[in-house]
């Protein structure tokens, strides 16, 4: 067979199997997986790891806020991604008052359409529980989206325990999956009037204002809820070793519920809050919250033993200057989130796999298998398989990197991750079998991402 594209004599991690092979690429898609294979073009992954696109289940681009928007687009953050090995988003829809539903997939797919330059899907937000939303649900899935975002804290989009009960019960006779921000509302509101009667009110007291108990108690509770409902549960950005382990408990009795964390929360800690420097605390503001360094420990952990499946970004960028800047005096006008979408492959590569946290295999799983398996990307997406589409990265285990702004390509003007050094980085992305970067160039022409549909079970 003439293929359109070989790569050749790379490593491969398929499943279970770490094996020296070519891949050879016909019409966007993943034809062969031999040895010897020849092609009207050649990529050589000599001395190379060859690994599935990554797939980020959890980012928040050009989202709007009551005061601003995220710096990074669908452009920037798609571009970024690529770059640091992620082939595919799930971003959020977020209806506005007197819109439905589909109106603000429609909206939200044809933003997203036109800057793409990755695939990308989206996950509906559940913000109201009136008949008439409720009863869109199951017209929402057939359009390709089963997984439906939910909230148990801020203003706007947090619903009761009856909502919660109302909504689940819908998706789950539906088909769907649920998606939970797990934080008690009550919790925060009191432990913010608290900080604000005594005036401690700079960044540097914000983890203060949403404790570990606030995640700890709504996880807790919307496993309950779930069960009660019998709808699958996906818990997202888990950061207390605590909320991990009431995931940990459900699954041991049988209860379909996932659980995600992400790099900010193995690799960053409280401490961070506590700098001289006010901004430099505000850029390290997220919900939830830095946590501490036996947190970070036993969330490794976690995902080492399978209790955790995922690690996704919850890339979240407001830049220090002109817009995290705007809450110095007061933590609760500081825009919440963390750059991180571009880095993630790298880091977990760095200081999972290359500290024995993780295997080579569970590094993919987390990363690109588990998220699409969960989400209904699977088979074509996450994996290395003959019929999937041909979103392949080539990663060099041995290049050494420092992380600095500098250096990555997110729109916007810090890093958490700054300073940090890398030891195994992408040097070339494929999508559908077309090059997209090569050796930390833009090669590709165009906006080439696609919408993915998405069917579960």
């Not at 890093?415 to 930390?440: C, I, K, M, N, S």
Request: hydrophobic fraction near 40%; aromatic fraction near 8%; glycine fraction near 10%.
């Amino acid at each position: 067979m003439d293929f359109d594209l070989v790569i050749q004599n790379g490593t491969l991690v398929i499943g279970n199997q770490i094996m020296p092979s070519d891949i050879g690429i016909l019409d966007g898609k993943i034809a062969a997986i031999a040895r010897g294979l020849s092609g009207r073009k050649t990529f050589s992954a000599q001395n190379m790891l060859v690994i599935p696109g990554g797939i980020d289940p959890h980012v928040h681009l050009e989202m709007p806020t009551p005061t601003t928007i995220t710096s990074d687009d669908w452009f920037t953050g798609t571009r970024a991604a690529a770059f640091g090995g992620t082939t595919t988003v799930i971003d959020f829809i977020e209806p506005e008052k007197g819109e439905t539903l589909l109106e603000a997939f429609h909206k939200r797919r044809a933003q997203a359409e036109a800057k793409c330059v990755i695939d990308f899907s989206l996950h509906m937000t559940i913000s109201r529980t009136d008949p008439q939303t409720l009863a869109e649900i199951q017209t929402v899935i057939r359009t390709g989206i089963p997984s439906f975002k939910h909230y148990t804290t801020y203003e706007g989009f947090a619903l009761p325990d009856e909502g919660l009960l109302a909504a689940f019960n819908a998706i789950a006779q539906a088909g769907g999956l649920v998606l939970v921000h797990a934080e008690n509302d009550a919790i925060i509101k009191h432990s913010t009037l608290q900080l604000k009667s005594s005036g401690q009110l700079e960044p540097g007291f914000y983890p203060l204002s949403r404790p570990a108990i606030a995640e700890v108690e709504a996880i807790r509770r919307v496993i309950l809820l779930a069960r009660f409902t019998s709808v699958p549960l996906y818990i997202v950005h888990i950061s207390t070793a605590t909320g991990a382990s009431a995931v940990e408990k459900a699954r041991y009795h049988g209860q379909a519920v996932f659980g995600e964390t992400c790099p900010q929360y193995l690799l960053l800690d409280q401490g961070r809050y506590q700098d001289k420097d006010p901004l430099y605390a505000a850029g390290h503001i997220c919900a939830p919250p830095l946590r501490e360094p036996k947190d970070n420990l036993s969330l490794w952990r976690m995902l080492q033993n399978g209790t955790l499946q995922t690690i996704g970004t919850d890339h979240c960028a407001f830049n220090l200057h002109g817009q995290k800047d705007k809450g110095l005096n007061c933590f609760t006008n500081v825009p919440g989130g963390v750059p991180g979408i571009e880095s993630r492959l790298a880091l977990m590569y760095t200081y999972g796999v290359r500290r024995g946290y993780l295997t080579l295999e569970q590094w993919i799983d987390c990363c690109c298998t588990l998220p699409a398996r969960i989400f209904g990307l699977a088979p074509r997406k996450g994996v290395l398989a003959i019929g999937a589409d041909a979103d392949i990265v080539i990663f060099d285990p041995n290049r050494k990197v420092t992380i600095t702004k500098d250096l990555l390509h997110e729109n916007v003007d810090y890093t958490p991750y700054e300073g940090f050094e890398l030891h195994g980085y992408p040097v070339a992305t494929f999508l559908r079998g077309e090059l997209l970067v090569d050796q930390g160039q833009w090669v590709a022409t165009g906006f080439n991402g696609k919408f993915i549909p998405r069917f579960i079970g």
